[in-house]
């Protein structure tokens, strides 16, 4: 659902008044910034659907009518955003919100958007790194013990793997409510480094 909304700019160009009260306003336009409530659970491979509603708050339909010109949101003036893709059309619904005797038909216009994340970039530079760290902890186990390398590397490794897991934490979404998925498994694969130094260590003596 919408969580906040910011109006930016309001403008109508044109309004004509009937003789029977009908007020038609030509090329009305609103430009406003909305903040929606998202599941990251499925980060970066989420889809996100935000609900925009208009809710007559002030009256009903017996003084007002909201209604949509279209079924779906025009996109004249949208633009394509490097993080987000917007999954056409954009519904708009009508449905009855009240079911007051006097005012039975009062209705909620809503319009339903559907993003998209695009997820190329948090593939190169989370997943994939976060998988090479994990293989090449395996590595460890097939170094000879004489060598004197086997800790070195396993520690060199897990360095690596809790410097990533500090850098991933400011590119994941802030959110306790719904963690990623793909934060889990870098905890894990983080954890797993640390047991395969620590059995390095044990293995020497």
């Known amino acids: 659902m919408l969580d906040a909304i910011e109006i930016i700019h309001e403008g109508v160009e044109m309004q004509a008044v009937h003789s029977n009260g009908f007020v038609y306003s030509v090329y009305t336009f609103l430009t406003m910034t909305i903040a929606c409530d998202i599941d990251v659970t499925f980060f970066p491979y989420d889809t996100q659907t935000c609900l925009i509603v208009f809710d007559p708050l002030?009256?009903?339909e017996?003084?007002?009518?909201?209604?949509?010109?279209?079924?779906?949101?025009?996109?004249?003036?949208?633009?394509?955003?490097?993080?987000?893709?917007?999954i056409t059309p954009a519904v708009n619904r009508m449905k009855t919100i009240r079911h007051v005797p006097e005012f039975p038909n009062a209705k909620q216009?809503?319009?339903?958007l559907k993003l998209k994340r695009r997820h190329l970039f948090y593939t190169i530079f989370i997943i994939c790194p976060t998988i090479?760290?994990?293989l090449l902890s395996g590595l460890t186990f097939m170094l000879p013990?004489?060598?004197?390398?086997?800790?070195?590397f396993a520690v060199t490794i897990l360095l690596a793997q809790i410097v990533s897991f500090g850098t991933l934490s400011n590119?994941?979404?802030?959110?306790?409510k719904n963690l990623p998925i793909l934060a889990y498994l870098v905890l894990i694969a983080t954890f797993h480094t640390s047991l395969v130094c620590l059995a390095s260590v044990f293995c020497k003596y």
């Open 132 to 134: 090479i760290l994990y």
């Open 171 to 176: 590119i994941f979404p802030a959110s306790s």
């Open 145 to 152: 013990v004489d060598s004197g390398e086997k800790v070195s």
């Open 62 to 86: 017996d003084q007002y009518k909201i209604e949509f010109a279209n079924d779906s949101l025009p996109l004249i003036a949208y633009k394509e955003n490097d993080q987000w893709e917007l």
């Open 109 to 112: 216009a809503t319009t339903e």
């Open 58 to 60: 002030s009256g009903f």
